[in-house]
């Protein structure tokens, strides 16, 4: 059998960390089965699916690095035997209405003309006698005469699937196991809109069997759909695919996922500094892991290593502090051509270092590459390299330059670097240390001053490689104006 997956959004917003970490089980599934990965768009929700978010859609796929074998394009081509891949087209082709027409044929869906009113009757009548607010089936056994004297007063109306009300609807889940549904706590599903639309439950069912999907890979909070799909395709005479439903993502606090906890668009991941490949190393392990607990994944290796034996069923917790250790260590694992190749559009957008020399940047951008934990932090960290405007920080000048010795540091190491021919690192911290020798002082007594005058902070790269890549210049004309800032 050769592995079929899909990765099927509904463009309604925009991509999100619950979707892209479905999309990359797939993927990874796909990739490990020698299978295909496809993706669909499930735009049938005519009121608020929107170009825009498809848009996003394609841009946090392609950003994350997670290529399709077929599906839509953002360049509007499609690739693969079974478009098109949206299923707004396939409606207006009349792809689904055909088996619409099938099941009423057959008598296992049926035409229902509830109103919402009527449904929100139905529901509060439910609460009241303490049953769950499910639909009661009210139009199911509808005789034909009955439907055309509805229709005939106007009522429009919905197609409902005939779910069994007896016995029970049971499917082997990949991670789960066996799972059983008591068919009388089901309900008849809307299978067709007043619209003429299919729902998202019908209109995948007949996709996914239509375009060969062999698995279907998704969270578990479609798990309460998967027994009334399931008899869909009894229903239609096919066989289902194989189910797999992924753990819930929570946020540290145990509740689901939300704004607040990090779930936000895949590309606001993007704008705030991550790297794709620390992201998605970061998302294989929400609620998957290898059997050695294994972190940190080369190029290539999570598609090597990826098995759906190892996924969890009990919910995984986004933590994003563990996100963002992960995303600075990536971050080091980068050259600094890479790096500063990442580090650019941030530069630009924060208006730092613009005009000034490429191959200096480079060397200034790598200076803090330890310390950085995202992309985003760059411009800050190394803003003070490319002003002449330096802002010396409040805390910095009460603990610092209003210490006794302060002035005299400066003061001693303006003279002794004006001298200093050699203004490279191991010179510089000789002719500092020498200097600190020399006149009694402590080495943090030299050191801390110097710091504070050029870079205005009391924390920064390391200090002689940060001078030396100043240059003499700057470094004593930042020395004599921190002397202004000094206790007499």
């Known amino acids: 059998m050769t592995i079929r997956v899909r990765f099927a959004p509904s463009p309604t917003g925009y991509l999100h960390i619950g979707g892209l970490r479905t999309a990359l089980f797939n993927y990874l599934f796909a990739k490990k089965e020698g299978g295909t990965f496809l993706l669909r768009i499930e735009d049938t929700d005519e009121e608020r699916s929107t170009e825009a978010s498809t848009k996003a859609i394609f841009e946090g796929l392609q950003w994350a690095g997670l290529k399709w074998d077929e599906g839509p394009m953002a360049d509007g081509t499609e690739i693969g035997e079974f478009p098109p891949y949206y299923q707004a087209k396939r409606a207006d082709m009349g792809v689904y209405k055909k088996y619409i027409d099938q099941l009423l044929a057959e008598g296992k869906a049926y035409k229902c003309y509830c109103t919402t ?46 779910m069994p009300r007896e016995g029970e609807t049971v499917f082997n889940d990949l991670i789960r196991g066996e799972v059983r549904f008591a ?61 797999a439903h992924l753990s819930m993502i929570h946020g540290p606090d145990g509740t689901k996922l939300s704004k607040r906890h990090g779930d936000t668009s895949v590309l606001e991941y993007k704008k705030q500094g991550f790297l794709p490949q ?19 994944f080369a190029p290539g290796e999570l598609e090597k290593k990826f098995d759906i034996k190892g996924c969890q069923k009990n919910p995984a917790v986004f933590d994003t502090v563990k996100l963002m250790w992960m995303n600075g260590d990536y971050i080091r694992q980068l050259s600094a051509e890479q790096l500063y190749k990442e580090a650019k559009p941030f530069l630009a957008e924060a208006g730092v270092a613009q005009g000034a020399d490429e191959e200096y940047v480079k060397k200034i951008v790598a200076l803090e590459q330890e310390k950085y934990k995202t992309l985003k932090e760059i411009p800050n960290l190394i803003s003070f390299f490319f002003t002449d405007d330096i802002k010396y920080d409040d805390e910095a000048i009460e603990k610092v330059f209003k210490t006794d010795t302060a002035k ?35 080495a943090g007594q030299i050191f801390h001053p110097v710091r504070v005058a050029v870079s205005g902070r009391t924390n920064g790269p390391t200090l002689f490689k940060m001078l030396e890549y100043m240059g003499k210049d700057m470094v004593l004309k930042r020395i004599k104006t921190a002397l202004s800032f000094c206790r007499p």
């Open 278 to 296: 620390a992201l998605i190393n970061y998302l294989a392990l929400l609620g998957w892991s290898t059997v050695d607990s294994q972190q940190l």
């Open 408 to 442: 005299k540091a400066l003061e001693l190491m303006a003279e002794k670097f004006a001298a200093l021919q050699d203004f490279t690192e191991k010179s510089i911290e000789d002719c500092a240390r020498a200097a600190a020798k020399e006149n009694g002082l402590k």
């Open 183 to 243: 068919n009388k706590d089901l309900y008849d599903l809307v299978i067709q809109k007043t619209s003429g639309y299919p729902t998202y439950n019908f209109a995948c069912v007949i996709d996914d069997h239509l375009m060969g999907m062999t698995h279907v890979i998704r969270g578990d909070d479609h798990i309460s759909n998967t027994p009334c799909q399931i008899r869909m395709y009894e229903a239609l005479g096919w066989k289902a695919p194989i189910m």
């Open 117 to 162: 009113e009527d449904l929100e009757e139905m529901r509060k009548e439910a609460l009241a006698n303490h049953l769950p607010p499910r639909y009661p089936g009210k139009c199911r056994n509808l005789t034909k005469e009955q439907q055309a004297e509805l229709e005939a007063q106007g009522k429009k109306y919905v197609i409902r699937f005939k």
